[in-house]
């Protein structure tokens, strides 16, 4: 019997333990995750031989979109944890994907925007990402009943997580 199935039986009787062990599973899983997501991104740019920009500077420049956005902001969404904004934002101005400009209001911000050559990189995640949600689907992986479940377990994990750290019990 596998590790997994002994905490799916746990859960299902309410055992304390397996509680315990499914959320620490659920870590794991979250974790190992974001990591296979760069990897994917990765192999992607390298199947498209651009080897000049990494997966998180890929993801980086999706996430931004078509917006102009702060350093700050980007750090306070929370996508870049284990990675310095700062030190990618700085490579993606100097390699050409992304222009940056000092707010006018406040001199010591500074915003940033993708170039062309940037909104060619998100193009290639936005494909890569739409390739993937349809083969999940098609395959069965996963349909948008189980997406839904999933992404609210997840908002509710993130809620309770953003509580944790703003009210100190």
């Known amino acids: 019997m596998s590790i997994h199935s002994v905490v799916q039986n746990d859960l ?3 055992t304390d333990k ?3 062990t499914g959320y620490l599973e659920a870590l794991a899983l979250v974790e190992r995750l974001h990591r296979l997501l760069l990897d994917v991104i990765k192999d992607e740019f390298e199947r498209v031989n651009m080897l000049e920009i990494n997966a998180v500077q890929a993801l980086l420049l999706f996430n931004i979109g078509d917006n102009e956005v702060t350093a700050g902001e980007l750090k306070s969404r929370g996508y870049y944890q284990g990675s310095n904004v700062s030190y990618n934002l700085k490579k993606l101005v100097e390699m050409d994907f992304m222009h940056h400009q000092r707010c006018e209001i ?6 940033v925007k993708l170039t062309p050559k940037g ?3 998100r193009d290639i995640v936005s494909e890569l990402f739409e390739r993937h949600a349809e083969g999940l689907q098609s ?3 996963l349909g948008p009943e189980g997406l839904i479940d999933i992404t609210g377990s997840l908002k509710r994990m993130e809620r309770y997580w953003t509580d944790q ?4 019990y």
């Open 12 to 14: 299902k009787t309410g």
């Open 18 to 20: 397996g509680f315990i």
């Open 165 to 168: 750290i703003r009210y100190i």
């Open 139 to 141: 395959k069965g992986v």
């Open 106 to 111: 406040d001199r010591r911000s500074v915003r």
């Open 119 to 121: 909104r060619e990189v």
